[in-house]
């Protein structure tokens, strides 16, 4: 029937029937063009059952069309997910690889130091027996010497008297004791298990609507991922042992258990997103002893208020300034009044003041740690030498870091007994109420706190004993929860950290200098990074201000420097 043909293809009932497009052409009019209009003159001249057939399939055209786009949409959305999933897979391969690569490194070093030291104490002991049979040689050459001389005068019994002397030194028992390190190696216990990942595939259902019952209403195809995050498995972390180390520590509290996500949202670009770049905002101060100059800046104390106590240890003196440098308050030496001497400190080294208002000063020179009220008047002193009255010598013996407490008390940090001493202090004179000795640290240098969380950091200076350099994190309870700085897979090893300070998210910061002069930052979670490594000239006290302002004592610049770190 002539009615049967499209309408694209039909004119008028008068007019011959066109020939039918070929299907490329066909479907070269579909792809640039959509559904023609029906010319009303073709529809009044079809019977009404025909008419509504044709615009029931113009519907329905227009239904599929828009189904193929959502279905092209889908398909496209779906492969981008599985194309993630494979960058995903190859990110994991490669942090896996790096992983075992720097184990190896840690491993083959300790390893090589155990030789070395093995080597060492072997060749102590063999030179302690290569004397001893020297001194036998030699003694039997003597006697043989002695023995064969005629002369038996004095002088002979004499010399006889000394290589007897000799012979019975040397048959004495005698022993070499040396301290060797056995080393055995434990393969793992699931040789052929390596914890890569999981990939977990989901039925994608697409649900078409059924065109002749919802031709009017548009279709609406449910959006689900195809596949699952890749969540990166924790794994046991080779521990970092020093010799002498009493008690080996949780591997979770040395590096911290971390689950993070391999794959983003279906919204959220694959790379991650790198950190702002650390910029320096301001600095002020320069070398003299004027009133806005400096000599060697030390400790750093950053109050709530957003005041800056800061230690000018050339000068003598705590400097007070606002965060843009201008200097409220001075500080200076005072002398001891409570000894009624005229001596005064000198060599000041760290500070920091409580919500009471009440300064902590240690001296590295006197050994002590001054308490001074808001004013600056001396109030009590704690340590020292025996110039301070009533003062017992065990108090403090070498004080270094000072800071405030999350329970307002003071926490010093002494480098000598290797103790951290909290004094809780009567507000108005000073004179101490509580005290709490913590003991086990390795030559504590600086120590910081964290008023929001109760966090106590702490960094060790090491020993001859093989104690390495590393900053300690301890929990409000003084237990240890963290060691930074001493396993190159949790960040940068340190080789002299100095400065500290511990953000509200957890992160902490340390300024350290060797061969380097830098900041290091590391995060509650995941590994250590450098954020400042130029520019830095000794840097040796650390605060932070409330706008999250990083402030760097610059000690051989003079001068005081502030970061915007995040």
Not at 22 to 33: F, L, R
Not at 55 to 79: F, I
Not at 264 to 287: W, Y
Request: proline share 5%; charged share 25%.
């Amino acid at each position: 029937m002539s009615a049967g043909y499209p309408v694209s293809n039909k004119t008028s009932p008068s007019t011959s029937p066109q020939p039918p497009l070929s299907p490329t052409a066909q479907s070269d009019i579909e792809g640039h063009e959509g559904p023609k209009p029906t010319p009303v003159a073709s529809l009044l001249s079809l019977p009404c059952w025909a008419t509504q057939a044709l615009c029931d399939l113009a519907r329905c055209e227009t239904d599929l069309r828009q189904l193929r786009e959502q279905h092209v949409t889908e398909a496209q959305t779906v492969g981008r997910v599985v194309e993630r999933a494979l960058l995903g897979a190859q990110r994991e391969e490669r942090r896996l690889l790096e992983r075992v690569e720097q184990d190896h490194r840690d491993l083959q070093v300790r390893l090589e130091q155990v030789q070395r030291d093995n080597g060492a104490a072997i060749r102590v002991g063999q030179r302690l027996i290569d004397q001893r049979l020297y001194k036998v040689i030699k003694l039997r050459e003597l006697i043989k010497k002695c023995g064969g001389d005629g002369n038996k005068d004095r002088e002979w019994d004499l010399k006889r008297d000394q290589l007897l002397k000799g012979v019975a030194e040397l048959v004495q028992p005698w022993e070499v004791s040396l301290t060797l390190n056995r080393v055995s190696f434990k393969p793992s216990a699931q040789p052929n298990a390596v914890t890569f990942g999981e990939i977990k595939i989901q039925d994608h259902n697409v649900h078409f609507p059924n065109t002749q019952q919802h031709a009017s209403c548009s279709s609406r195809v449910s959006r689900s991922l195809s596949m699952s995050v890749i969540d990166n498995s924790s794994q046991k972390r080779l521990n970092h042992f020093t010799s002498g180390q009493q008690n080996s520590l949780n591997e979770n509290r040395l590096r911290g258990e971390r689950s993070e996500p391999a794959l983003l949202e279906l919204e959220e670009d694959a790379e991650s997103l790198a950190p702002e770049q650390v910029r320096l905002v301001r600095q002020f101060g320069k070398q003299g002893s004027g009133r806005a100059d400096f000599t060697l800046p030390s400790g750093v104390h950053a109050t709530p208020q957003g005041q800056l106590f800061l230690v000018d240890c050339g000068n003598a003196r705590v400097q007070v300034t606002d965060a843009h440098g201008n200097i409220l308050q001075q500080v200076t030496s005072p002398s001891n009044d409570l000894g009624g001497s005229s001596r005064r400190c000198r060599n000041y080294f760290d500070v920091a003041v409580n919500a009471k208002g009440l300064i902590a000063l240690s001296c590295a020179a006197e050994r002590a740690l001054l308490i001074l009220s808001r004013h600056g008047r001396l109030l009590q002193t704690f340590g020292g030498g025996p110039y301070i009255a009533g003062v017992p010598r065990d108090e403090l013996e070498a004080p270094r870091g000072v800071t405030v407490t999350q329970r307002d008390e003071f926490l010093v940090a002494d480098i000598r007994k290797g103790t951290l001493t909290a004094l809780k202090l009567e507000p108005k004179t000073g004179s101490r109420l509580e005290r709490t000795v913590v003991t086990g640290f390795h030559r504590p240098y600086l120590v910081a706190a964290c008023l929001h969380s109760g966090l106590i950091a702490v960094s060790e200076r090491g020993s001859e004993m093989g104690q390495e350099p590393c900053v300690k994190i301890l929990g409000p309870g003084w237990d240890t929860l963290r060691i930074l700085g001493v396993c190159s897979s949790l960040g940068p090893i340190l080789s002299c950290p100095w400065g500290l300070c511990i953000d509200k998210d957890g992160s902490v910061l340390v300024a350290d200098w060797g061969e380097k002069h830098r900041v290091l930052l590391y995060p509650s979670e995941g590994a250590g990074q450098v954020i400042v490594s130029d520019g830095l000239s000794s840097p040796r006290g650390l605060a932070l201000l409330p706008n999250d302002l990083l402030v760097v004592s610059d000690s051989m610049h003079h001068c005081i420097k502030m970061y915007q770190y995040k």
